[in-house]
């Protein structure tokens, strides 16, 4: 079975922190992606990257980046962290092509 | 750009009724994916089907059938004789067969099955 893994369930944070969401997949999977998911939005992307070190800005970039030294390993960080990106932050991973993507157990993220 | 509209934004029945999510999606490529995924109150995501556009055969899985029209650009699931163990919130979503090849998802249907 594939395994995606989200390093925090649960995070709080305070504005102005830089913050770290790490993500890790076990299927040797060439795309990873970040997603937040909002009530009444559903998910929506914030960046993806089809290979290592290679990343794409998704819908919702703004106030986010992203980091992919290693295939496994996908980490999306808040530079300056803001109320507005209080969520429930998700990670996915695919092999290449329209193929399902397989998802963490989401992280939590609360911005005091 | 695609676009996936889940108009339902809730729906309660009562457990052994059957029930149809609906879905329609929007976009001009003419390869492409559509694909259901589950989420219990657990939080992850659990994907159940993947169709691609030139296959408009109906699919069944035990209690779940799909329903895929490309005339009015729908991708339909219907659970049948509903459990308690089906409340989830279910998205729909598209991916197309260019350009970054992500998700784009619906904003979800959140089924209660009471018992």
């Known amino acids: 079975d594939v395994k995606v893994t989200q390093s925090s369930r649960y995070l709080v944070k305070r504005t102005g922190e830089k913050v770290f969401l790490e993500c890790v997949q076990d299927?040797?999977?060439?795309?990873m992606f970040w997603y937040r998911q909002d009530p009444g939005l559903g998910l929506r992307l914030i960046y993806f990257s089809y290979d290592v070190k290679m990343k794409e800005k998704g819908d919702i970039p703004e106030g986010y980046s992203v980091s992919r030294e290693k295939k496994e390993r996908f980490s999306l960080i808040l530079e300056s962290a803001s109320t507005n990106q209080t969520s429930m932050y998700l990670c996915a991973s695919s092999h290449r092509g329209l193929q399902p993507q397989h998802f963490g157990d989401g992280t939590r993220l609360s911005i005091l | 750009a695609q676009k996936v509209t889940q108009a339902q934004t809730e729906i309660s029945v009562v457990e052994k009724e059957d029930v149809t999510l609906d879905c329609v999606y929007e976009t001009r490529d003419t390869t492409y994916y559509l694909f259901w995924y589950k989420q219990p109150p657990s939080g992850e995501l659990v994907f159940l089907i993947r169709?691609?556009?030139?296959?408009?055969q109906n699919e069944i899985s035990g209690r779940y059938s799909w329903n895929f029209q490309k005339s009015t650009s729908s991708f339909n699931f219907t659970i049948t004789a509903s459990q308690v163990v089906d409340s989830a919130v279910y998205f729909c979503a598209l991916s197309v067969d260019t350009g970054r090849r992500a998700l784009t998802f619906g904003s979800g249907t959140r089924l209660q099955v009471q018992p």
């Open positions: 299927m040797d999977h060439e795309n």
């Open positions: 169709r691609n556009s030139f296959d408009e």
